[in-house]
T-cell receptor, first 114, second 114 residues
Framework: DGGITQSPKYLFRKEGQNVTLSCEQN?????MYWYRQDPGQGLRLIYY???????QKGDIAEGYSVSREKKESFPLTVTSAQKNPTAFYLC?????????????FGPGTRLLVL | AQSVTQPDIHITVSEGASLELRCNYS??????LFWYVQSPGQGLQLLLK??????LVQGIKGFEAEFKRSQSSFNLRKPSVHWSDAAEYFC????????????FGTGTRLQVTL
């Protein structure tokens, strides 16, 4: 089945630690996205990538980093500079230029701070 | 900048009753509009989308939405709600020409009473 997988489902971060969230898609989509979801705030865009080896900052990129070395993978690193990382993180993908381009979402990773 | 408003944070309806969730957007050009649904701890599932053409759009699970340009609205409706519809619903708007960057509303949590 085609889709988006995110791992792990739950992730715990210690003070001063960097952690990496995985996102993989087999939909053959060119674009991938990372969103942060906090209660009552909807989804906010962290980073997005429309093609391999290229990515752009979203609205809340500070304290996060990404890479896009392969079309199917778009890992997100939450660095120690992100002072309030506890949130639900959602990865999405789409095919820019496709008629009725639509973003499809993975199941999410919940990050908690120890 | 574009924005999306979902004025109702929480709505409770009885099973079998009709439902309307409100969504208003602020954007100068023709928007691309989406409704997504999220069950607790899960990712977002696309319910329906509007790009152009017929302003009444049918989606999955018996949902429909109507685009009203004069009111800058894209309200979601269902004639008869089922207990399994209890979830959080998000409206989102994309730029004309691309849905690669979406702005989300803050969501409406739907509770269904038996």
């Amino acid at each position: 089945d085609g889709g988006i997988t995110q791992s792990p489902k739950y992730l715990f971060r210690k003070e001063g630690q960097n952690v990496t969230l995985s996102c993989e898609q087999n939909l053959n989509h060119d674009a991938m996205y990372w969103y942060r979801q906090d209660p009552g705030q909807g989804l906010r865009l962290i980073y997005y990538s429309q093609i391999v080896n290229d990515f752009q900052k979203g609205d809340i990129a500070e304290g996060y980093s990404v890479s896009r070395e392969k079309k199917e993978s778009f890992p997100l690193t939450v660095t120690s500079a992100q002072k309030n990382p506890t949130a639900f993180y959602l990865c999405a993908s789409s095919n820019p230029g496709q008629v009725q381009e639509t973003q499809y979402f993975g199941p999410g990773t919940r990050l908690l701070v120890l | 900048a574009q924005s999306v408003t979902q004025p109702d944070i929480h709505i409770t309806v009885s099973e079998g009753a009709s439902l309307e969730l409100r969504c208003n957007y602020s954007y100068g050009a023709t928007p691309y509009l989406f409704w997504y649904v999220q069950s607790p701890g899960q990712g977002l599932q696309l319910l329906l989308k509007y790009f152009s053409g017929d302003t009444l759009v049918q989606g999955i699970k018996g949902f429909e939405a109507e685009f009203k340009r004069s009111q800058s609205s894209f309200n979601l409706r269902k004639p008869s709600v089922h207990w399994s519809d209890a979830a959080e619903y998000f409206c989102a708007v994309g730029y004309t020409g691309t849905a690669s960057k979406l702005t989300f509303g803050t969501g409406t949590r739907l509770q269904v009473t038996l």
